[in-house]
Structure formats: C-alpha cells, structure tokens
C-alpha cells in the first residue's frame, strides 16, 4: 500500500511540476528569449522538455519527502521466527 501511495504522489507532483513548469516557462519564453509570432517548433519542443524536467524534480521531491514522512510515522515491528 506504502508504494502505491508513494507512485500516486510521484504521478500528481510530476503533472503539477510539468504543467506548472510549462505555463511559466512559456510565459517567460515568449516575452525574454523570443516574441509569441516567432515562436519555431524548436522552442515549443525545449519548453516542453525543460517543463519535463521541472516535473521530474518536483515527483522525486516528492518520493523523498513522502518515503521519509511515512518511513518515520510508523515503526515496523518485525519478530524472528524459529
């Protein structure tokens, strides 16, 4: 259960990271490095690949920030068998 909880919470904090992550950089794009008429399927394509990025580092914030709350909030108790 521990995983799929962690596997949601990477899959919403990359889709949060990257569509945040898209609109700001597009937003910045088109007004610093380039005006909206003279936008190429170049930058389209390294907007989306930077905002990957962005996605990547928000979901592996997440599986450490989330595997660390939940690895502290509950012992495991395990006994030996014999």
């Known amino acids: 259960m ?12 990359f889709a949060v990271g990257f569509v945040g992550g898209y609109l700001f950089l597009a937003k910045i794009w088109t007004h610093v490095f380039t005006r909206a008429e003279n936008v190429t399927a170049t930058d389209f394509y390294l907007v989306v690949g930077l905002a990957a990025l962005v996605g990547i580092v928000a979901a592996t914030a997440s599986v450490k920030l989330l595997g660390r709350r939940s690895g502290s909030a509950r ?3 395990r006994e030996a068998h014999a």
């Open 2 to 13: 521990q995983k799929v909880k962690l596997g949601i919470g990477a899959l919403v904090s």
């Open 75 to 77: 012992p495991v108790h």
